[in-house]
T-cell receptor, first 115, second 117 residues
Framework: QKEVEQNSGPLSVPEGAIASLNCTYS??????FFWYRQYSGKSPELIMF????GDKEDGRFTAQLNKASQYVSLLIRDSQPSDSATYLC???????????????FGRGTQLTVWP | DTEVTQTPKHLVMGMTNKKSLKCEQH?????MYWYKQKAKKPPELMFV???????INESVPSRFSPECPNSSLLNLHLHALQPEDSALYLC????????????????FGPGTRLTVT
């Protein structure tokens, strides 16, 4: 079983603050990393993906990947109440054996941004 | 366009009913997935199709029967379900199964909320 762990939350930040979401993974051979946002009662929406060490920025979102530490994070700058949702970290395992084609999810971190 | 569509949005069925969930994508993706999601849990993989062939079956009970009629369509046939099967059923697609990087990004449909009475 491949482990993907997320900071347990829930996380509550004021509007305008930076929200920091963290994720660690157990399979050192993992190469592709994804962040999904899921509003209550809705389906997961892909918001960020990262494949190389370092930072990747898209608007108010920054994904950070450190393969040596097996760590991936999502920063949300200038948080808005509309960012309140559950954020799922997902890791694609290596394309071999039992991990072929699979996306491993963390349990999610619930974020609340209060006005 | 990264749209995956699912019908119906909601489904209520009795334990003796037979129903089907449908999923469609027009992104030219060759991998399609069925997931089940219970409240406050992450999605749980059920089936994976690659090039219209079943490549992963996560030991799902036979009362769930997947079908991939063509590269754009995915069905999930339901029969004799149990109340504990009530959940959000999600379809997803990606360009390929055996890939890393951009060709593996999975996009989810809106889901079917299933209630078994």
């Amino acid at each position: 079983q491949k482990e993907v762990e997320q900071n347990s939350g829930p996380l509550s930040v004021p509007e305008g603050a930076i929200a920091s979401l963290n994720c660690t993974y157990s399979d050192r051979g993992s190469q592709s990393f994804f962040w999904y946002r899921q509003y209550s009662g809705k389906s997961p929406e892909l918001i960020m993906f990262i494949y190389s060490n370092g930072d990747k920025e898209d608007g108010r979102f920054t994904a950070q990947l450190n393969k040596a530490s097996q760590y991936v994070s999502l920063l949300i700058r200038d948080s808005q109440p509309s960012d309140s949702a559950t954020y799922l970290c997902a890791v694609k395992g290596p394309d071999r054996g039992s991990t072929l084609g699979r996306l491993y999810f963390g349990r999610g971190t619930q974020l609340t941004v209060w006005p | 366009d990264t749209e995956v569509t699912q019908t119906p949005k909601h489904l209520v069925m009795g334990m003796t009913n037979k129903k089907s969930l449908k999923c469609e994508q027009h992104m030219g993706h060759r991998a399609m997935y069925w997931y089940k999601q219970k409240a406050k849990k992450p999605p749980e993989l059920m089936f994976v199709y690659s090039y219209e062939k079943l490549s992963i079956n996560e030991s799902v009970p036979s009362r769930f029967s997947p079908e991939c009629p063509n590269s754009s369509l995915l069905n999930l046939h339901l029969h004799a379900l149990q109340p504990e099967d009530s959940a959000l059923y999600l379809c997803a697609s990606s360009q390929f199964v055996q890939a890393q990087g951009p060709t593996y990004e999975q996009y989810f449909g809106p889901g079917t909320r299933l209630t078994v009475t």
